[in-house]
């Protein structure tokens, strides 16, 4: 059974910087691509970012470009998110998730957690 646990979040001021981590098990971590997305209330999950198992630059959402970077450890079996520069438009639940292939669309992935709430106040 797939596991994933999400955290990180908290209440961060306009400008500030937080580190998200997400721990998965039940799979072979390093056999998938993972991606983060983030769920703003009313609105729809949206693709945050992802890296790939292997080699590859990492791919990101317009919105969060040079702003974010994400990176992961495969001996620990986790995902990190660092996100600088934040902005109250951040503001979401963030999640990650697994995919044997790089995508972009959230009904691509099958497994998700519990996510980590952001908060960004201005």
């Known amino acids: 059974q797939v596991q994933l646990v999400e955290s990180g979040g908290g209440l961060v001021q306009a400008g500030g910087s937080l580190r998200l981590s997400c721990t998965a098990s039940?799979?072979?971590?390093?056999?998938?691509?993972m991606a983060w997305f983030r769920q703003a209330p009313g609105e729809e999950r949206r693709f945050v970012a992802a890296?790939?198992?292997?080699?590859?630059?990492?791919y990101y959402a317009d919105s969060v470009k040079g702003r974010f970077t994400i990176s992961r450890d495969n001996a620990k079996n986790t995902v990190y998110l660092q996100m600088n520069s934040l902005k109250p438009e951040d503001t979401a639940v963030y999640y990650c998730?697994?995919?044997?292939?790089?995508?972009?669309?959230?009904?691509?992935?099958?497994?998700w957690g519990q996510g980590t709430q952001v908060t960004v106040s201005s």
């Open positions: 039940g799979l072979t971590f390093s056999n998938y691509a």
């Open positions: 998730s697994p995919n044997r292939q790089l995508a972009t669309r959230p009904y691509d992935y099958d497994y």
């Open positions: 890296v790939r198992w292997g080699v590859g630059n990492p």
